[in-house]
């Protein structure tokens, strides 16, 4: 058996470990959610510690350990720039998103693929259209793989299609027709066709430009969506959507 493994990944959380170690959680490609111990990170002349302490994508070699898996390499590949306060306010939601959301330690690969995406464009892209529209990708994708995805297509009372005014129930996790009697609340008819096509046509991301009112309000909805589903408020895309 080999007794280290090598993959790319994130620093999503350090907490001391000992006198003079950290423990990290890092959200890796080929291994989802991984924690492993820093030796030494904590004194100044520790290698480790100057690639830990960036924001950005960082190659790691782990050792396995029969309790606790040991960091033996890490190389910072790179580097996350952020050009506001909310932009960074947004990196450290995500990450305690993944902290608190993702438990399992699976590798997802659409999951991991979006993150990067959406990291990268937010150090450099200049689409600022395509900038807004990656984060809430990115959390509608989480919410599916977590088993959340809400219903977009039909009433979740009546099962009827092609309702014309849609309403939402945030406990029920779908629309709502104007007919059924079931606690509900608006919401704008352009953001779940936004959400549908984010689900089920993205190659539509390239090819459309969305109106800004749009991409606001659908922010606005998955923020409430996440907020209702994990029951905790995270600065998500919603922050960086400007008035
Ligand atoms: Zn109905």
Redesign the pocket.
């Given at each position: 058996m080999n007794s280290t493994y090598k993959t790319i990944g994130i620093v999503i959380k350090r907490k001391d470990w000992r006198e003079n170690d950290s423990l990290f959680s890092f959200y890796t490609r080929d291994f989802g959610k991984v924690e492993a111990v820093a030796v030494g990170s904590k004194k100044i002349t520790s290698k480790l510690a100057g690639h830990l302490s960036s924001f950005g994508l960082v190659d790691l070699m782990i050792a396995r350990g029969k309790r606790i898996d040991r960091l033996a390499q890490a190389r910072l590949v790179q580097k996350f720039s952020f050009t506001s306060l909310d932009e960074f306010k947004f990196y450290a939601g995500l990450l305690e998103f993944l902290d608190k959301v993702i438990t399992g330690h699976e590798a997802d690969l659409a999951i991991w693929n979006l993150l990067e995406k959406t990291l990268i464009s937010y150090s450099g892209n200049s689409n600022h259209n395509y900038r807004e529209i990656l984060p809430i990708l990115f959390y509608l994708k989480v919410i599916e793989t977590l088993g959340y995805r809400p219903e977009l297509y039909r009433?979740?009372?009546?099962?009827?299609n092609n309702?014309k005014h849609p309403y939402f129930s945030y406990v029920s996790n779908g629309l709502?027709?104007?007919?059924?009697q079931i606690a509900k609340e608006t919401v704008a008819k352009e953001s779940i066709i936004f959400c549908r096509l984010l689900y089920d046509d993205q190659e539509m991301l390239s090819r459309v430009i969305f109106n800004r009112r749009t991409v606001k309000h659908t922010a606005d909805f998955i923020d409430k969506l996440i907020m209702h589903i994990f029951d905790k408020q995270f600065f998500t895309p919603k922050i960086l959507i400007k008035k």
């Amino acid at each position: 058996m080999n007794s280290t493994y090598k993959t790319i990944g994130i620093v999503i959380k350090r907490k001391d470990w000992r006198e003079n170690d950290s423990l990290f959680s890092f959200y890796t490609r080929d291994f989802g959610k991984v924690e492993a111990v820093a030796v030494g990170s904590k004194k100044i002349t520790s290698k480790l510690a100057g690639h830990l302490s960036s924001f950005g994508l960082v190659d790691l070699m782990i050792a396995r350990g029969k309790r606790i898996d040991r960091l033996a390499q890490a190389r910072l590949v790179q580097k996350f720039s952020f050009t506001s306060l909310d932009e960074f306010k947004f990196y450290a939601g995500l990450l305690e998103f993944l902290d608190k959301v993702i438990t399992g330690h699976e590798a997802d690969l659409a999951i991991w693929n979006l993150l990067e995406k959406t990291l990268i464009s937010y150090s450099g892209n200049s689409n600022h259209n395509y900038r807004e529209i990656l984060p809430i990708l990115f959390y509608l994708k989480v919410i599916e793989t977590l088993g959340y995805r809400p219903e977009l297509y039909r009433c979740v009372a009546c099962h009827k299609n092609n309702i014309k005014h849609p309403y939402f129930s945030y406990v029920s996790n779908g629309l709502v027709c104007q007919s059924c009697q079931i606690a509900k609340e608006t919401v704008a008819k352009e953001s779940i066709i936004f959400c549908r096509l984010l689900y089920d046509d993205q190659e539509m991301l390239s090819r459309v430009i969305f109106n800004r009112r749009t991409v606001k309000h659908t922010a606005d909805f998955i923020d409430k969506l996440i907020m209702h589903i994990f029951d905790k408020q995270f600065f998500t895309p919603k922050i960086l959507i400007k008035k």
